[in-house]
């Protein structure tokens, strides 16, 4: 039972990342249909058709079975509930819906058993996602007690053009020519920007509350997670130190095995021989990359990771695909 898909948002970094994985993963698609709210007209390849992106405004909803929203929050806040009201399952990467309590906020390997017989599906912010899966594991065998993450995110998070000027600061540093910042207000080659996005309580940015909120989402828990979102100039993958207290004790080996077997994560995790994860390593796989695994020298069940994932596969694409998947299980 192919699935009548539509992509919305189909020519963004994520909406192309999409249309990848479903070619890789040869998930059944009997049509697709690629929407955007403008560059329609425009073509788009898929399995080596070309397709034409169509406006969003004239979608036929009611011939489509599965639309994966990868566009702006107002595009989600608009065109989803339409769609859902045809009966279409919408996957939302955006992040408008994920904090609504009727709106389940999915990571496949860590709670899928929230689906149910939603229409509307939130998938959460990158960031989250890479996070929620290397503590899954510590959060059923040890249970949680408090995080504290610090990123380190790609400029890819902040999209196409941001990966642009990413290469240009960095061909004008090198070529000591002055650097004119644009996407961010500080020059982000050979930088760091100790935020990402824009601020909110207490001082925390919205990418910060998203890591604390969503996480409390999907675990059920009032977890404390104390967060900092930082830009690094890297282009593709995030990066995270992720300090978590436990709330029973553990032996570090035990958790790397745990890890080793644990759905969605590779653990690289040798540093003396330089194996760690990488965001260049990481890049362009689906997995989480685990590593650093150490126990803190002061708190007895303090643990450290260091958590890296690709921010436009498994952080967003691959995740919504995973959704699909695991609905087409239920549905055949
Ligand atoms: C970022 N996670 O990295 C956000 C949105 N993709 O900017």
């Given at each position: ?10 020519t963004?970094?994520?909406?192309q ?14 049509s697709?249909?690629?929407?955007a ?15 034409p ?5 004239a ?17 989600s ?18 992040s ?24 509307l ?15 899954e ?22 999209g ?21 910042p644009s ?37 059920r ?5 104390s ?7 890297v ?8 300090y ?54 002061f708190?007895a ?16 694409a ?15």
């Amino acid at each position: 039972n192919a699935l009548r898909i539509a992509v919305v948002g189909a020519t963004g970094l994520v909406g192309q990342k999409i249309l990848e994985i479903l070619e890789e993963r040869n998930t059944p698609v009997r049509s697709l249909v690629a929407l955007a709210t403008e560059g329609h007209g425009r073509f788009i390849e898929f399995r080596g058709q070309q397709v034409p992106v169509q406006s969003v405004d004239a979608a036929h909803w009611d011939e489509i079975d599965v639309a994966f929203f990868a566009a702006t929050n107002d595009v989600s806040r608009h065109y989803a509930p339409l769609a859902t009201a045809h009966g279409v399952t919408v996957i939302d990467k955006s992040s408008y819906f994920r904090m609504d309590p009727t709106v389940p906020l999915v990571v496949p390997e860590v709670n899928a058993e929230v689906i149910g017989d939603a229409r509307l599906i939130a998938s959460p912010n990158c960031s989250t996602i890479q996070m929620v899966v290397a503590l899954e594991p510590l959060r059923q065998r040890y249970g949680l007690r408090r995080v504290i993450v610090s990123t380190y995110q790609a400029v890819s998070g902040t999209g196409r053009e941001a990966m642009e000027t990413l290469r240009h600061e960095a061909a004008q540093t090198l070529a000591q020519e002055p650097v004119t910042p644009s996407t961010y207000p500080t020059p982000i080659a050979f930088n760091v920007l100790p935020y990402c996005d824009k601020f909110g309580d207490l001082d925390y940015t919205g990418e910060e509350w998203k890591l604390t909120r969503e996480t409390q989402k999907i675990f059920r828990l009032e977890l404390p997670v104390s967060a900092t979102a930082v830009r690094v100039p890297v282009a593709v993958s995030h990066a995270e130190a992720v300090y978590v207290e436990l709330e029973r004790p553990f032996e570090v080996d035990e958790v790397r095995t745990l890890l080793r077997e644990a759905p969605g994560i590779r653990v690289v995790d040798d540093p003396e021989h330089g194996i760690v994860p990488t965001p260049l390593e990481a890049a362009g796989q689906d997995l989480v990359f685990v590593g650093r695994i150490r126990r803190d020298p002061f708190i007895a069940q303090g643990l450290h990771l260091f958590v890296v994932a690709d921010n436009l596969r498994k952080g967003a694409a691959t995740n919504a695909v995973q959704i699909v998947e695991t609905l087409e299980e239920r549905w055949s």
